[in-house]
């Protein structure tokens, strides 16, 4: 996420995915976690008890650039979780 507190980002999206794969999950997107420009994110994982999720902080220039970065993050969320279950369903 950037630090720059100079210009703060004004569009802000967080999502919390709970899901028995939420470290394997977190761990796949983990490497895409980085400043890209108009938008920054954060991913990180959360284990409280039975409670595994995945929380994903968005923050954005403008909404424009929050959109794109939602629609990237969410399909790479999506795609790992999916590639979970068909492991699973082995």
Known sequence: MSSDSGNPKKN???F??????????????LPEDEDMGRSS???TL???????AVVLTVEADDIS???AALNTWL???QISEEMQEAIRDE
């Open 12 to 14: 802000k999206a967080v």
């Open 16 to 29: 919390r995915f709970e899901t028995p794969y939420a470290r394997t999950v977190w761990q796949a997107v």
């Open 41 to 43: 994110s954060k991913v």
């Open 46 to 52: 959360c284990e409280e008890g039975d409670v595994r």
């Open 65 to 67: 650039a929050l959109r």
């Open 75 to 77: 399909r790479l969320i």
